[in-house]
């Protein structure tokens, strides 16, 4: 038994009333005395005990020599959490620890109401639990007074770093007094958490427990090795196999959450999901589910389930791989803890093994590589549970004896065991039919090679057409599972598979061929609307057409066909063609001085794109003076008048730029224009010179359309208005 002799009375007590016989290596660190002032940066295991290392840490500092606390007034310690699950679970740790002690508890988290929060902080509090955000609103509002701040506890502060929690970590570090304690436990120590450590701590005590650097003893690592498509079966095997008091499977997604908490209730597994979109009543609820036994299965993300402490949790399912090392060491630490064992197990995909071995290596974790348990091992398993139940190896009461003579006599021991392991499997859900695995090796290890085929020759064998072949892009890739899912066969019970151009033909084994057929149905249909038809014997492999006759090799020592001629001795190397003449645009002629006009410029692009003025004579051909380019050439000058000017020249500008007004148009108006007998709406307005104005008619305008209408349309003003209807007849 670990001698406490420097553990305050109080907590002592507290620890013994809680049967705690030894403590854990980061407990009995918090006892060393020059620990007892100092400002802490602890990193240790999740799991490990941290929330009762600092309970104990803290006590000579709020409670010094005296055996109880002071009446509450204001708070002298304030535990910081990421979540607010980890926050309630810290209150009822202290609650315990501290209840010799006679403290009052306070917790301020997110999703309460936050004016019974201010109510309590009002009555008194010695410690205050909450998480970064609330805790900051209370001190922003003045309801949560930090003068008597004697030390601040920052629990999980990786965690809360990773979460954007730094500035209001800050604010609460920067808003209590500077004559404080200052404790951070993490379970890693990244730069973020060196960095804040190194400002608002003073000669800050790096204490790491010994089990940091190894792998948690208490885990049993497993790392499955499935199919893609056979996660979640994985998943349900692997709950079956183990059966645990309580497990928690994590998921990277809350949608991942919700799917697989159906599947799961519809499998008839008691689970409860835990999610950021849930409220806090929904999730106190769900934890209360676990831990009355309710429940056994929980479904959650990491940030939801980030240091939860749930009782007797033997099972941890990762049914998405975590992201990093710290991801993995948080998730595997909600299970063996204080002692306890537990099992860890990854559902590693095909494509992510890899992945998975260097993830384990980071985290310096060695898992045991194998298959998830099969259909045939859960079953095994389920009848070695019943046989070890601890009921058969209780006496019979009294109450009881009757009943089993009754039993005995009417139906045998036989048929009574019979019933007693039927009831035994009907309370269980089925487990699931996974995918063959290839071969597991060591983490780091090639694959071995594949062993050559042993292709077996089926006996009895039955032939079947398909009605597809090679025309409708038919595969046995994707044939074969077809096959074995349509007929509830396994790809062994299969054999040639023959593909032609408009059918194919498929070999089953002829002990398997009437459970084919039966379960294809009458319709003789399976998917993709694809006819199977029965064969009488074995269908004859359509013969190969014949090759075409090889024509004959040339014949020995033929030159080759290319190759160059010779010449004969003394003849000319020059080709005996005439020169041909060269035409005049080809022929070098004389400098004589200046830039010869370029004729091989390229098109342009754009021809109204902004460049550089040409020359009056550097016109495209065709194109006119005034004309091209427009910017470059002043317009060509109008007529002349009568004595040799320009039309209008002898005016003075301003009468030259007034414009006269035209006169309404007096000749034949085309049908349908108004005129000046149209009204204009919105009462009259000046009309611009040159235009009538019109005159309001005598009499208003017919309605457009027939029926009563208003007194301001009707030609009385009477309301009966408009146009009267003909009577019939």
């Given at each position: ?118 109510r309590t902080l009002q009555r008194g509090a010695h410690i205050v639990v ?331 064998a039955v032939w079947f057409s398909l009605s597809l072949g090679r025309k ?84 020995e020592g033929a030159g080759a066909p290319y190759a160059p001629r010779e ?163």
């Amino acid at each position: 038994m670990t001698s406490r002799t420097d553990i305050h009375s109080a907590i002592d007590r507290a620890l013994t009333k809680r049967g705690y016989d030894a403590l854990t290596p980061v407990q009995e660190s918090m006892l060393a005395p020059e620990l007892r002032d100092a400002d802490l940066l602890v990193s240790a295991q999740t799991g490990s005990g941290k929330t009762v290392a600092f309970g104990i840490s803290l006590a000579p500092t709020l409670m010094g020599e005296e055996d109880r606390l002071p009446r509450a007034e204001t708070p002298l310690a304030i535990v910081i959490a990421p979540t607010r699950e980890l926050a309630l679970q810290v209150e009822r740790e202290l609650a315990w620890l501290y209840a010799e002690a006679g403290a009052q508890i306070a917790t301020c988290v997110g999703g309460m109401n936050m004016m019974t929060e201010r109510r309590t902080l009002q009555r008194g509090a010695h410690i205050v639990v909450g998480t970064p955000g609330r805790l900051r609103d209370h001190i922003e509002r003045g309801s949560l007074n930090l003068t008597s701040i004697r030390a601040v506890v920052l629990d999980e502060a990786d965690e809360m770093l990773d979460l954007g929690f730094r500035d209001d970590l800050e604010f609460i570090l920067d808003a209590a007094p500077d004559q404080r304690r200052t404790l951070m436990f993490s379970a890693t120590v990244p730069s973020g958490i060196a960095n804040l450590a190194k400002r608002y701590q003073t000669k800050a005590v790096r204490v790491t427990t010994a089990g940091e650097q190894k792998q948690h003893l208490d885990i049993e690592y497993r790392a499955l090795s499935v199919a893609p498509n056979d996660r979640e079966n994985a998943v349900i095997n692997v709950l079956r196999f183990y059966d645990a008091k309580n497990a928690i499977v994590f998921c990277s997604t809350r949608a991942t959450v919700n799917h697989l908490t159906a599947r799961f209730s519809n499998r008839g597994f008691a689970v409860v999901a835990l999610s950021g979109e849930l409220s806090q009543n929904e999730r106190s609820h769900a934890l209360q589910a676990l831990r009355d036994g309710r429940a056994k299965v929980c479904v959650a993300t990491d940030v939801a389930a980030r240091g939860l402490d749930l009782p007797d949790l033997e099972l941890v399912i990762h049914a998405d791989l975590p992201k990093s090392p710290e991801t993995l060491l948080h998730r595997s630490g909600r299970t063996g803890r204080a002692g306890r064992k537990g099992v860890s197990a990854m559902i590693v995909p095909y494509n992510a093994r890899r992945r998975t071995e260097r993830l384990l290596s980071d985290a310096r974790i060695s898992a045991a590589w194998a298959r998830p348990p099969s259909a045939e091992e859960i079953l095994a398993r389920d009848d070695e549970r019943l046989l070890a139940d601890p009921h058969f190896e209780a006496e019979i009461g009294e109450d009881e004896a009757d009943m089993v003579k009754a039993l005995l006599e009417r139906h045998g021991p036989e048929k009574v065991a019979a019933a007693l392991m039927r009831a035994h499997r009907a309370g269980r859900s089925a487990p699931e039919e996974l995918i063959e695995n290839g071969p597991v090796t060591a983490p780091g290890g090639t694959y071995p090679e594949r062993a050559p085929r042993d292709h077996v020759a089926l006996q009895n064998a039955v032939w079947f057409s398909l009605s597809l072949g090679r025309k409708q892009s038919a595969e046995p890739r994707w044939l074969l599972p077809m096959l074995c899912r349509a007929g509830h066969i396994t790809k062994a019970e299969i054999g040639s598979i023959r593909i032609l151009d408009l059918e194919t033909h498929v070999e089953i084994s002829g002990d398997s061929a009437a459970k084919f057929e039966a379960s294809i149905g009458p319709s003789r249909k399976i998917e993709k609307n694809i006819t199977v038809t029965r064969l009488e014997g074995v269908p004859q492999a359509p013969a190969r057409a014949p090759r075409p006759p090889r024509p004959p090799r040339a014949a020995e020592g033929a030159g080759a066909p290319y190759a160059p001629r010779e010449r004969a001795a003394g003849a000319s190397t020059e080709s005996a063609r005439p020169e041909r003449p060269k035409p005049d645009y080809a022929k070098k002629r004389p400098f004589t001085g200046g830039k010869s006009k370029r004729n091989d410029r390229p098109p342009r692009d754009d021809v109204y794109a902004d460049r550089k003025p040409g020359a009056p004579d550097d016109l495209p051909a065709g194109a006119k003076p005034g004309v091209w380019p427009y910017d470059d050439i002043p317009p060509a000058p109008g007529p002349a008048g009568p004595d040799g000017k320009k039309a209008g020249a002898d005016k003075p500008a301003a009468a030259r730029k007034e414009k006269r007004a035209a006169k309404p148009y007096s000749g034949d108006k085309p049908k349908g224009f108004a005129g000046d007998k149209t009204k204009p709406k919105g009462g009259k307005r000046e009309r611009p010179d040159g235009k009538p104005e019109f005159k309001p008619r005598d009499k208003p305008a017919k309605a457009h359309r027939k029926g009563p209408s208003t007194g301001a349309v009707s030609g009385k003003g009477d309301g009966t208005g408009g146009l009267k209807r003909k009577p019939k007849g």
